[in-house]
C-alpha cells in the first residue's frame, strides 16, 4: 500500500450563529486500501474570537462521494445520508464537549478554541473534494421543534446551526483532492479503462470477463474482446465465437453477424449497399439472403441477372461474357469501354474495330480490336484501292499498311539503311526521279541505281568500276574503280602466259611420260601436267614446274603468283634419301598445295626491280612457311612416310628477271628424289594456277 499527506487551509472560516470569523485550519492523509480503495483521514482546528459562550462546538464533513448521498447544509454542500443507508453517521453532527465554557474570563480573551477530528472515509473514486463545517452548537438536547442540535443536514436539522443562516456565506474547507492508487489490474482498480470508454468497470465490464464469461478481477485488460472470441453468442444465431460461427472471419473479428445481416458495407471498394440492399447478397434466383457471409458482388456475367437488357443472362448465354469473372455483359462495341490492347482511346462506334465489312458501325461486334488496314474494308491509303487483294501497297490481308513501301513512311529495307520514301535510292526510278507508287524500296546495285557511288563523277555504265572483264555490269554492287594501271595490268595491255613442265633431273634411267605446256592469257589459269618417274638407278629425281610471265605498262606494283597441288599420286614405294629415316605407312599426296609469291616494283627508270618472294607449303591441313634452308629460298619438307621410303618436296623461289617492264616468274617446282630403282612411280593430275594482280598503279 502507499500512502500520502495532504495539508488543506481555508480561506474564510464559517461558524454558526456568529457574525464572528472563525480561523481554522485542516489537514489529512490518505491510505492506498490495495484493493482500489482509498482511506481519506481528516482532522483540524478552531478558534472563535472575542466571544466566549457556553455553547458546544460541533462540526460536520460532507465527503463529496459519487456513491453516497445527503443533505444540503448550505448552498452546493451536502452532508449524510440522503435514505440509501449507505452511511447514515454522516449525517450527525459531531460534539465536543470540552469546548463548552461557562464564563467568558475564562477564555483568555478569546470566545473558544480546540480541535476537531479525527474522522475518515472510504473511497473508490480517483477525486473528491469533502467541505468541513464548524457549528457553534446552539442547543445540545432534543427540542425545538424537533430539531435536533446534533443532527446536521436534512428535514430535522436545527436551521439555527446550520451556515445558511451565518452572516458570513462562505464555508470552511471544501477542497479538491485526487487520489493515486496502487498498480490494480484494470478490472479491479474502479476505473473504466476502455477506450473509446463504454461508461463500465471491473466486473460491470464485458472486457473483464474470461472465455467462459466468468468475471476475472486480475484481468488487466478491459478492453472488449471481440465479439468473436469474447465466449458470447454476439448475434444471437446459436453459435459462439470463431470458428463454431460463420459469420466470424477469425478471432479477431468484431461482428459474429454474417456479411449479409450486419448492417455494414462490407464491399471493398464500398458500393454504399449493405445487406438486402447490397446485390451481393442475392442468391443466384435474386432473392436476399441474410444468412449470405459474402457480401461481394458478383460479376456481371454470373450474378443471375440481364445486366445489359439483352434478353441473355451471364455467361455462357450472353455473348458479351467472357466467362463467368467478366464484369460487363454488354458486347465491347457497345460497352461504353476502351478495350483495344494497347488502347486507342476509342470506344464503340468511335472505334474502327467496330465497324462491319462495309465501314457500318456494328453494336453487336464483340471484339473493338481494329482490323488490319489490308482487311478492314476502308481505302486508308486513298489511292483508290481498297485492301489485299486490290491495293497493291498490301502484302496480304493481316498488312496493316495499304500504303506503298515509298509512300509509308517507313524505312523497309533490310537491313535499314536509315531512309525512307523519297530519300531512299530504292524510291528512284530508272531515270532517278522519285516514284511514291513503287512499292519495293529496296536499294539497286550500286551499278544501276543511277548515284555516283564513288564520287569519281562517272555513274553505273559509264563508270569503270561497273565494268567486269571489259563487259558492263549492271548487277555489280560496288561502282569504286580499281586501281589505276590494273587496265594494263589486268586488262591485258600485255600478254600473261602460263605453263607447266616436266623435266628429268639427275636421272641415269628415269623419263617424263608425259608434259603439258598450257599458253594462256587471263588473271587467272588452271593447267595440268602429270608426271612419271620411270624405273631407273638410283639416285635420280624428277620436277614440275610452274611458270608465269607477264608484261605490263606503267604498273608501279605488281604480284604475280604461281601455285602448283598435286591432285593424287602413287609415291608410295619411294626410298628414303640417305640422310632421312625410312617412316612406316601409307601416303596421301592428294590434297597437297605449293603457293609461292613474287613481286616487282618499279625503280626510277621504269624498270621493274624484283623482291624474291615468300611461299607457303601446305602439308595435310597445315601451313609451313618457306624459309632459307638447306639453300636460299629453299625449303625441304618431309610430307609423308611410305611402305618402303619417304619422298620429300623441295620448293624454290627461282630468281625473277625484268624486260620491257615485264615479269617472269620460274615461281614452283616440285622435285621428288627416290632411291629405289627398277621402280616406276607417277604423279598424276599435277595441276598449276597462275594468276596476277596489281595496287598502286599510276
Avoid at 474482446?225 to 444471437?236: E, F, Q, T, V
Avoid at 598445295?593 to 621493274?608: F, K, L, S
Amino acid at each position: 500500500m502507499a500512502a500520502a499527506i495532504i495539508a488543506l487551509g481555508f480561506a474564510s472560516p464559517v461558524v454558526a450563529d456568529s457574525p464572528d470569523p472563525v480561523d481554522a485550519d485542516t489537514t489529512g492523509t490518505y491510505v492506498d486500501n490495495g484493493d482500489g480503495t482509498v482511506t481519506l483521514t481528516l482532522s483540524g482546528s478552531w478558534v472563535f474570537k472575542r466571544e466566549c459562550g457556553d455553547r458546544l462546538v460541533g462540526w460536520e464533513v460532507a465527503w463529496d462521494d459519487d456513491n453516497e448521498g445527503g443533505h444540503e447544509v448550505i448552498e452546493g454542500v451536502e452532508v449524510g445520508s440522503d435514505g440509501s443507508g449507505l452511511n447514515p453517521y454522516d449525517n450527525e453532527v459531531d460534539l465536543d464537549y470540552d469546548a463548552e465554557t461557562g464564563e467568558p474570563n475564562n477564555c483568555n480573551g478569546e470566545d473558544n478554541f480546540g480541535t476537531w477530528g479525527p474522522i475518515s472515509h472510504i473511497y473508490s473514486q480517483p477525486s473528491a473534494s469533502p467541505c468541513v463545517i464548524v457549528y457553534d452548537v446552539k442547543e445540545d438536547d432534543i427540542g425545538d421543534d424537533g430539531k435536533h442540535s446534533t443532527v446536521a443536514g436534512g428535514p430535522d436539522r436545527n436551521e439555527d446551526n446550520s451556515a445558511e443562516d451565518n452572516q458570513n456565506e462562505d464555508h470552511q474547507g471544501c477542497f479538491p483532492i485526487d487520489f493515486v492508487f496502487s498498480d490494480l489490474p484494470e478490472c479491479s482498480d474502479g476505473i473504466d479503462n476502455d477506450d473509446p470508454e463504454d461508461t463500465l468497470a471491473d466486473e460491470e465490464d464485458p472486457g473483464c470477463r474470461d472465455e467462459n464469461g466468468n468475471y476475472d478481477p486480475d484481468d488487466d485488460d478491459e478492453t472488449d474482446a471481440p465479439a468473436c472470441s469474447n465466449g458470447l453468442d454476439d448475434d444471437g444465431d446459436g453459435s459462439t465465437d470463431w470458428p463454431d460461427d460463420v459469420g466470424c472471419d477469425g478471432p479477431d473479428d468484431d461482428n459474429e453477424a454474417n456479411q449479409c445481416s450486419d448492417g455494414i458495407d462490407n464491399d471493398d471498394p464500398e458500393d454504399t449497399l449493405a445487406d438486402e440492399n447490397d446485390p451481393g447478397c442475392l442468391d443466384e434466383n435474386g432473392n436476399y439472403d441474410p444468412n449470405d457471409n459474402d457480401e461481394t458482388d458478383p460479376p456481371a456475367c454470373s450474378n443471375g441477372l440481364d445486366d445489359d437488357g439483352d434478353g441473355s443472362t451471364d455467361w455462357p448465354d450472353d455473348v458479351g461474357c467472357d466467362g463467368p469473372d467478366d464484369d460487363n455483359e454488354a458486347n465491347q462495341c457497345s460497352d461504353g469501354i476502351d478495350n483495344d490492347d494497347p488502347e486507342d482511346m476509342l470506344a464503340d462506334e468511335n472505334d474502327p474495330g467496330c465497324y462491319d465489312e462495309n465501314g457500318n458501325y456494328d453494336p453487336d461486334d464483340n471484339s473493338e480490336v481494329d482490323n488490319p488496314q489490308c482487311s478492314n474494308g476502308i481505302d486508308d491509303d486513298g489511292d483508290g484501292s481498297t485492301d489485299w487483294p486490290d491495293d497493291v501497297g498490301c502484302d496480304g490481308p493481316d498488312d496493316n499498311s495499304e500504303a506503298n513501301e515509298c509512300s509509308d513512311g517507313v524505312d523497309n529495307d533490310d537491313p535499314e539503311d536509315m531512309l525512307a520514301d523519297e530519300n531512299d535510292p530504292g524510291c528512284l526510278d530508272e531515270n532517278g526521279n522519285y516514284d511514291p507508287n513503287d512499292n519495293d524500296e529496296t536499294d539497286p546495285p550500286q551499278c544501276s541505281d543511277n548515284v555516283d557511288n564513288d564520287n569519281d563523277g562517272l555513274i553505273d555504265e559509264e563508270d569503270p568500276g561497273c565494268i567486269n572483264n571489259g563487259v558492263y555490269d549492271p548487277n555489280d554492287d560496288d561502282e569504286t574503280d580499281p586501281p589505276m594501271g590494273a587496265a594494263t595490268c589486268l586488262g591485258f595491255a600485255g600478254d600473261l602466259f602460263g605453263s607447266v613442265t616436266g623435266t628429268q633431273v639427275n636421272s641415269s634411267a628415269g623419263y617424263l611420260a608425259e608434259t603439258n605446256h598450257d599458253e594462256f592469257e587471263d588473271e587467272d589459269q588452271v593447267f595440268n601436267a602429270s608426271l612419271e618417274l620411270g624405273a631407273g638407278d638410283p639416285p635420280f629425281a624428277q620436277s614440275v614446274t610452274s611458270q608465269v610471265s607477264n608484261s605490263f605498262g606503267s604498273s608501279d606494283e605488281c604480284i604475280t603468283r604461281a601455285t602448283l597441288e598435286s591432285a593424287s599420286s602413287d609415291l608410295d614405294n619411294l626410298a628414303p634419301l640417305p640422310d632421312i629415316p625410312r617412316p612406316i605407312g601409307p601416303v596421301n599426296f592428294a590434297a597437297d598445295v605449293i603457293q609461292a609469291e613474287a613481286t616487282t616494283a618499279c625503280g626510277a627508270d621504269a624498270t621493274g626491280e624484283v623482291f624474291i618472294g615468300n611461299g607457303t607449303i601446305h602439308v595435310d591441313g597445315a601451313t609451313l612457311p618457306i624459309a632459307s634452308q638447306p639453300g636460299p629460298n629453299t625449303k625441304v619438307v618431309e610430307i609423308g612416310p611410305t611402305a618402303s621410303g619417304t619422298y620429300v618436296l623441295v620448293v624454290a623461289n627461282e630468281q625473277i628477271e625484268t624486260a620491257n617492264n615485264g615479269l617472269e616468274v620460274n615461281a614452283l617446282h616440285i622435285i621428288v628424289e627416290t632411291d629405289v630403282a627398277g621402280i616406276a612411280h607417277r604423279v598424276d593430275n599435277i595441276v598449276g594456277h597462275a594468276e596476277v594482280g596489281v595496287s598502286d598503279c599510276n
